[in-house]
């Protein structure tokens, strides 16, 4: 197949996937929505249209199917139910899975006869209500079967007109539509009267009787004989029986006259609207009559002009990518460039880096913008996770998403997909209780999953939060002497809050059955492993039968990074402003000894106190301790940590550049970046850190 058409097939038949994933959640909640049901329906048709013209037989098949349902639904032939949506819902999972084949160049495999014999018997009518009586006017059933898509021969018409033709039947004035039996062309009288039986008398006769309003063109028209051409005024008058009054009308007309220029009022009573107004009488000579296609024309004149053209282009994600690398290395060299003008002393030159830093900001900012992304790509997958968790575990769930239109970056929406689903999955299986728990605790029977996405500053905030019944901070503490985590003492010395990240040690569950969904102890570690590596952090907040909170932060990019500089005797370090809390200057002579671990008090809170050159600047590690110093307070989650400095240099904006193949791995690395000075600076990774030496 054409490799060009199957990518824009591959692009807009993805796109449609991921809004069938929430529309179909959505039409389960709301299965009157009409609106919603013919979008659901026209994806599938959608679907199946670019996958027939590529000749991708096995998803034309599945969703041709699917297809026929949605139509009984739309007919009100069946009705929407769990026991549909149980059968509907994995087709998507497996039209997901033909497309990641289709992406990857595999071959294609049909669905499972099952899944197909399962929708088979939802493809006929079953659970709708008879329809009601037709009324009387409305063909007969062989006059239905007749009049399908295909054209009829002329006998299959003449047998038609019999069948309608009723006994005792027409007056005088109008003819039987029997009456011409010879195989030739209908008359005008003849087919007025097949109109007439198909939707009921005087349904086509033109306007209502004559002593309804004077002068009504509509009264022209049923006069004329059927052979002469039909007259400006008559089709007007046509128009208005079709589409009310005045929808194709000026401005009232004067006694039958030509139409009048369009008045800005619209005249509602069309040409029965009594005499002229006074500025009709003055008005200039009528205009010649219009054609059909004039009046149409000018019909339509009044809706919006058509768009230009479209207004966006696809872009390769790679050159995008390449694009930002330019704009960090063009950063660099602003870097370089606004710090030799601080030396320079040049006015004229100090405005010249201004405009420069000006300049390369809004780029850096536009160009972040077109690698932006949704939130809601990630987001429009938790609806089905909710509802199939809900369905399994036999729960109550209202889930809610709260600024889906946040943007971040494209590779930050992929990776915090996977940890934001263990996140949710773990709100319905450990947060909310079972109906009943919750009815006798006085709560609603159905808990709620909201979903919170906003941004502050240079970050991106998603915040997890159920009404369940949260976390007990005792319970916590036994399970963690349980597991082997910690020993009683230590676990007795815990807050709350740090009770509440327990949970996020390897190996620790509060669940005592391990099951499918949950109890290894592992996906919370990977949440956290993960959070930490696109460096974001995790907050929880939770309190006994009322709920738990969880606060993500991460950063609106990857690709440059706030750091705070700092220097460790002539060497430059960055640590990355994210896991920065606090600075002071500090008298290292009143600090404690705790433990064997010297602690500085901050704020009431005691605090581990390190010293970052005895760590990274070799031969530093047994140099006399200094007598004061500049402490950087830096966090994890809710762990926080003192480090000891030489130099404060200052905020600056870095691009990550990855280690050499001699330091690559080396723990407590992230990577290196070029400074305003030309020199070299050593990204920190806090987390890792910590990890390696405390």
């Not at 009232?252 to 107004?277: I, L, V």
């Amino acid at each position: 197949m054409d490799d060009e058409l199957l990518q824009d097939f591959l692009v807009e038949a993805g796109e449609i996937l991921e809004q069938l994933n929430s529309q179909l959640i959505s039409l389960e909640q709301a299965p009157e929505d009409k609106d919603l049901l013919n979008a659901v329906f026209r994806g599938f048709h959608t679907i199946k249209g670019g996958a027939g013209f590529l000749n991708i037989e096995p998803m034309v098949a599945l969703c041709h199917r699917t297809e026929d349902i949605f139509n009984l639904l739309r007919n009100g032939e069946r009705h929407v139910t769990q026991d549909l949506m149980d059968t509907v819902l994995p087709v998507l999972d497996v039209l997901n899975d033909q497309f990641e084949r289709l992406q990857s160049g595999d071959e294609l495999e049909a669905a499972d006869p099952a899944l197909l014999r399962a929708l088979e018997h939802y493809t006929t009518p079953g659970d709708a209500p008879a329809p009601a009586a037709a009324p009387a006017s409305e063909p007969k059933p062989e006059a239905v079967a007749a009049a399908g898509n295909e054209d009829i021969t002329d006998e299959e018409f003449e047998a038609l007109l019999d069948a309608l033709d009723k006994p005792g039947g027409e007056s005088t004035d109008k003819p039987a539509a029997t009456s011409n039996s010879d195989g030739d062309e209908i008359n005008d009288d003849e087919f007025e009267a097949l109109l007439d039986e198909l939707h009921g008398k005087g349904q086509f006769k033109g306007a209502p009787p004559a002593d309804s309003a004077p002068a009504q063109p509509a009264a022209a028209a049923s006069s004329n004989e059927p052979e002469e051409p039909i007259s400006q005024d008559e089709f007007e008058a046509l128009l208005d029986d079709l589409h009310g009054k005045g929808q194709f009308q000026g401005a009232p007309a004067g006694a039958g006259q030509g139409a009048a220029p369009p008045a800005a009022s619209g005249g509602a009573g069309g040409a029965g609207g009594g005499g002229a107004s006074p500025s009709a009488a003055a008005a200039p000579e009528p205009e010649e009559p219009q054609s059909a296609a004039a009046i149409v024309a000018k019909a339509a004149a009044g809706n919006k002009e058509r768009p230009a053209g479209e207004t966006s282009v696809r872009v390769d994600t790679a050159r995008l990518d390449e694009i930002m690398n330019m704009v960090g290395e063009l950063v660099l060299v602003r870097n370089r460039i606004s710090r030799l003008g601080e030396h320079a002393g040049d006015e004229e030159l100090s405005k010249a880096v201004a405009n420069l830093d000006l300049v390369t900001s809004d780029l850096q900012l536009s160009v972040m913008k077109t690698r932006m992304q949704p939130i809601k790509k990630v987001f429009g997958r938790f609806p089905r996770v909710v509802r199939d968790m809900a369905r399994s575990l036999q729960k109550e769930i209202n889930l809610e998403m709260i600024g889906e239109e946040t943007d971040l970056d494209k590779n930050l929406v992929e990776a915090l997909a996977d940890p934001l689903v263990h996140l949710v999955r773990n709100s319905v299986d450990h947060g909310i209780e079972m109906p009943d728990v919750r009815e006798a605790a006085g709560k609603h029977r159905e808990g709620t999953v909201a979903l919170t996405a906003s941004q502050e500053g240079d970050h991106i905030l998603l915040v997890i939060e159920d009404d369940g019944g949260g976390m007990d901070p005792d319970k916590l503490r036994q399970k963690a002497v349980e597991k082997g985590v910690m020993d009683a003492d230590a676990a007795a010395r815990l807050d709350d809050n740090e009770c509440f990240n327990l949970i996020f040690a390897p190996g620790f569950s509060t669940k005592d059955e391990i099951s499918d969904i949950s109890g290894r102890g592992v996906g919370m570690d990977v949440v956290k492993t993960k959070i930490t590596q696109l460096n974001g952090s995790i907050e929880i907040d939770s309190a006994p039968g009322k709920g738990t909170r969880l606060s993500i932060k991460v950063p609106l990019t990857l690709a440059i990074m706030s750091t705070l500089m700092v220097r460790l005797k002539d060497q430059l370090f960055a640590l990355p402003l994210v896991n920065v809390s606090e600075i002071f200057h500090l008298d290292l002579t009143k600090t404690n000894i705790m433990d064997g671990q010297q602690v500085i008090i901050v704020r009431e809170k005691t605090l581990p106190l390190f010293y970052l050159k005895r760590w990274l600047i070799k031969g530093e590690a047994d140099t006399p301790l200094p007598s004061e110093g500049h402490v950087v307070i830096v966090h994890m989650g809710n762990q926080k940590i003192g480090f000891v400095v030489d130099e404060l240099i200052g905020q600056e904006e870095v691009v990550i550049k990855p280690l050499g193949a001699l330091l690559q791995g080396i723990p407590g690395l992230a990577g290196a970046t070029i400074t305003g000075d030309g020199g070299i600076a050593i990204i920190l990774d806090v987390p890792g850190l910590m990890k390696m030496y405390t």
